[in-house]
């Protein structure tokens, strides 16, 4: 005798609490046409448990998106498994991407932010002008780098030539940083695809079933109302002329 509020799964064989899973005639056609294919013997008054379901869930959307758009990828592989899991993709990329930086890639990005600010721009030239006026009026006489300031020349090309890899590592971590931006937003967006069109088809197939049910009772009313009429009009006495 099967205990209360408990049902037998009739994929996996195991005993159950009714909250784990649905009756098979709740599943959305599409899929429990799917189930039917891959077990015949598969009974819709039946009960089903979530985890059976969520790999024939699975199993059907990989179907789909094959038919769909044909080999699937490593990021249409693992919407999949959420999908069967309900994990959540959705993460806050730069956090996780700060977290496998190291030093020296920190230390780039600081360069890189202070080098394209306006700090930079009037500190830069706050140096310049005092350079070019300490060498050029307050040491005339003794300049240590006198016109036309080769040494100043020196240091600002070699300033250049440092900052331009430093600039070129940040850009190249922006761009790491975007694609794995675009890629989760490719994730997200296909999960949330996926799940409002089972959502539609859940609704469409629960309104189907609300709508069959109201037949019926209107039916079953409308059969009460002839057979109550019938038993009036049996139970009527006949008028003697």
């Not at 013997?41 to 969520?54: N, P, Q, S, V």
């Not at 629960?206 to 139970?235: A, C, V």
Request: proline share 3%; glycine share 4%; hydrophobic share 40%.
């Amino acid at each position: 005798m099967a205990e209360p509020n408990k049902a037998t799964c009739q994929i996996c064989g195991r005993t159950k609490s009714i909250n784990s899973g649905v009756v098979g005639e709740n599943v959305r056609p599409s899929l429990a046409e799917f189930i039917k294919t891959h077990r015949p013997a598969w009974d819709a008054r039946e009960f089903i448990c979530f985890d059976d379901l969520g790999v024939f869930r699975k199993d059907y959307v990989k179907h789909v998106l094959e038919d769909e758009i044909g080999e699937l990828t490593a990021l249409d592989q693992e919407v999949i498994e959420s999908l069967q899991q309900h994990e959540l993709l959705s993460e806050n990329i730069d956090k996780q991407f700060e977290r496998k930086l190291s030093f020296g890639e920190r230390l780039s990005d600081r360069i890189a932010e202070f080098g394209g600010s306006w700090k930079f721009l009037i500190l830069f030239g706050a140096v310049l002008i005092g350079w070019i006026a300490l060498n050029a009026a307050l040491l005339a006489t003794r300049a240590f780098d006198p016109y036309p300031f080769i040494l100043l020349n020196l240091i600002l090309s070699c300033l250049a030539a440092v900052q331009a890899p430093i600039i070129m590592m940040s850009q190249n971590r922006a761009e790491v940083r975007d694609r794995l931006r675009a890629e989760y937003d490719y994730k997200i967006n296909l999960k949330a695809e996926l799940e409002i069109r089972h959502l539609h088809e859940k609704l469409d197939h629960l309104l189907r079933r609300q709508n069959n049910r109201l037949l019926e009772i209107q039916q079953i009313q409308i059969e009460l109302l002839e057979e109550l009429g019938r038993r009036r009009r049996g139970s009527t006495p006949e008028v003697v002329s």
